[in-house]
C-alpha cells in the first residue's frame, strides 16, 4: 500500500516519472539494472537484501543511479553507512512529499539530500564494527549457531567466535544478543 501511494505521488510530479517498483532487495537491483533509472529510491529495510545492499550491488553491478534511502529509522549509524555505500540522500519517511520530490530532484542532478536532524549527528559515534564483524553479528541476531554462520559465510568456528568476542567486546556488552541489540539501535546492524 505504502509502495503504491508513494509512487502515485511522485506520478503527481510533472517531470518526474516512475518507471518501476519492487517488493523486495533482489526484485529492486533487477529492476534498476534493467530499466537504469536516474534515481532509486529505496528504504533501509526490505525483504531479501536491504537498502544498503542494494545500493551497493547496484554499484557492483555498474548501475549508475543515484540512490536515496527513504526510511523510518532516524540513526546516524545507518544514515552514515548509507553515506559509504554510495547513497546520495537520506530522508525519513515522515518529511512531505514536496520535500521528497524536491530530494529527488536534486539527487538528480548531482547533488545530495540528507536530513538535517541526522546530518551533524552521524558523526558522533563512529561505528566500531568492521564489515565481517557485522555480518557475522547480523546471523548471530537472526538466530544461527556459530557452527551455522562458519557453514554460511565459510569460516572456521574458531574465526566465527573470534569475530563474534571483538563485536560484544568493542560493544561493551556481556553477549551477542546484547551486542546485536545495541548495534542495532545504533543502527550499525
Known amino acids: ?62 548501475g549508475t543511479a543515484r540512490v536515496i534511502i527513504l526510511t ?6 545507518y544514515l552514515r553507512r548509507a553515506l559509504d555505500v554510495g547513497a546520495s540522500g537520506y530522508l525519513l519517511k515522515d518529511a512531505p512529499s514536496a520535500q521528497l520530490a524536491e530530494a529527488i530532484r536534486r539527487v538528480a542532478a548531482g547533488g545530495r539530500a540528507i536530513d538535517p536532524s541526522l546530518a551533524a549527528e552521524a558523526w558522533t559515534e563512529p561505528d566500531p564494527l568492521t564489515d565481517r564483524e557485522r555480518q ?17 559465510l565459510k569460516l572456521s568456528d574458531g574465526t566465527v567466535r573470534n569475530y563474534l568476542s571483538e563485536a560484544i567486546g568493542k560493544l561493551g556488552a556481556k553477549n551477542r544478543t546484547e551486542a546485536a541489540r545495541l548495534a542495532r539501535q545504533k543502527g550499525w546492524l
Open 1 to 62: 500500500m505504502i509502495l503504491g501511494a508513494l509512487a502515485a505521488l511522485l506520478d503527481i510530479e510533472e517531470d518526474l516519472e516512475v518507471v518501476g517498483q519492487a517488493r523486495s532487495g533482489p526484485e529492486a537491483v533487477e529492476l534498476t539494472l534493467r530499466e537504469r533509472p536516474d534515481v532509486l529510491l529505496t528504504d533501509i529495510e526490505m525483504p531479501g537484501l536491504t537498502g544498503l545492499d542494494v545500493a551497493a550491488e547496484v554499484r557492483a553491478h555498474g
Open 136 to 152: 557475522v553479528l547480523r546471523l548471530a541476531d537472526e538466530g544461527l549457531s556459530g557452527d551455522a554462520i562458519a557453514r554460511r
Open 72 to 77: 523510518t529509522f532516524a540513526r546516524p549509524g
